[in-house]
Nanobody, 123 residues
Framework: VQLQASGGGLVQAGGSLRLSCKDS????????VGWFRQAPGKEREFVAS????????NYADSVRGRFTISRDNAKSTVYLQMSSLNPEDTAVYYC?????????????????WGQGTLVTVSS
């Protein structure tokens, strides 16, 4: 599995970005996918996850209502739509493919990780 995250960039507070995670080997359609983030000097934290068919989603409290995770298995791509961004959302965002069709917030539940994409929110 080779996951590639993209879509990061610099945005002003209150703005929006959409991250994409593409599985170039087209193998994660049977697995849940999650987004995590790591801010400078902080540990990696869970952001959101989506089940293998997209029917079940989970969000960290800090992003619920502002971020939306979705997937298009035909395109082997998972998205993270981020709105109402604030400087506390600044981090490197990583996508990861889980061991199974459903997964939660624990990084240990994820098998394959992509490289990160940097999101910077200016105040």
């Amino acid at each position: 599995v080779q996951l590639q995250a993209s879509g990061g960039g610099l945005v002003q507070a209150g703005g929006s970005l959409r991250l994409s995670c593409k599985d170039s080997k087209r193998t994660f359609s049977n697995n849940a996918v999650g987004w995590f983030r790591q801010a400078p000097g902080k540990e990696r934290e869970f952001v959101a996850s989506v089940s293998w068919r997209g029917g079940t989603t989970n969000y960290a409290d800090s992003v619920r209502g502002r971020f939306t995770i979705s997937r298009d298995n035909a395109k082997s791509t998972v998205y993270l739509q981020m709105s109402s961004l604030n400087p506390e959302d600044t981090a490197v965002y990583y996508c990861a493919s889980a061991f199974g069709p459903y997964s939660g917030s624990s990084p240990e539940s994820y098998r394959y990780w992509g490289q990160g994409t940097l999101v910077t929110v200016s105040s």
